[in-house]
């Protein structure tokens, strides 16, 4: 079984986020820790009668840490896999990806930036300054004033439009072999997991295939 270099990707993504979110779940106390509390009312009124509660009903999952932290290692095993595949194909197939698209984001990026720049116009502005100055009296006091602000347009605007024009055709033209690349490129990989399920669901399938 294959996929194709973007649904790979998608893939990588979504383990990426699984991964994420269970580092998230074992961050906290209550997830790995058994915290029993013993409340000793009987200490206190001897009527009372003492209880002892636990935290495993806070576990928003059903499934013991050891289980979760075997599954966790299985994502990892996963996505190690998957990106030692997607490798492969890439080496085989389209050497440059990762090179056109890093270069293309940086083209990209420049390309706004230009485009920012062609859009601007000059323009003057009146602002209000403030001083000090000594009155008749010979004391200090504040006074205001105009100030006035010229923008005045500080490159060769042809220029930067003829290259917005080229940038932009580097681009498309980039782009386009970056999507035929993704979308036809085969990486020899076949998912164990669903990417319609969620960390929850995974964790807690991942138990019971354990226990079958």
């Excluded at 605007?157 to 003829?162: G, L």
Aim: glycine share 2%; aromatic share 8%.
């Amino acid at each position: 079984m294959s996929m194709t270099l973007k649904e790979s990707f998608r893939y990588q993504n979504f383990l990426d986020t699984i991964l994420g979110q269970a580092e998230n779940y074992l961050r906290q106390l209550d997830n790995y820790m058994i915290i029993t509390e013993e409340h000793l009312r009987n200490k206190a009124v001897a009527a009372a009668e003492n209880e002892i509660t636990d935290n495993l009903a806070n576990r928003e999952i059903a499934v013991k840490p050891d289980v979760l932290i075997d599954f966790v290692v299985s994502v990892l095993e996963e996505k190690d896999a998957l990106t030692k595949a997607i490798n492969a194909a890439k080496t085989q197939h389209c050497n440059d990806l990762d090179v056109l698209v890093e270069i293309n984001k940086s083209r990209r990026g420049v390309t706004e930036v230009l485009k920012r720049m062609a859009r601007t116009k000059g323009k003057d502005s009146i602002t209000r300054g403030s001083a000090y100055t000594l009155n008749a009296e010979g004391n200090q006091v504040n006074y205001y004033y105009d100030i006035k602000r010229t923008f005045r347009i500080d490159f060769n605007r042809a220029k930067v439009k003829s290259l917005i024009s080229r940038l932009s055709v580097d681009s498309d033209r980039a782009s386009a072999t970056i999507d035929y690349w993704q979308t036809s490129v085969p990486v020899d990989f076949a998912p164990q997991f669903d990417l319609n399920d969620t960390f929850e669901e995974l964790a807690e399938e991942y138990n019971q295939a354990l226990a079958s």
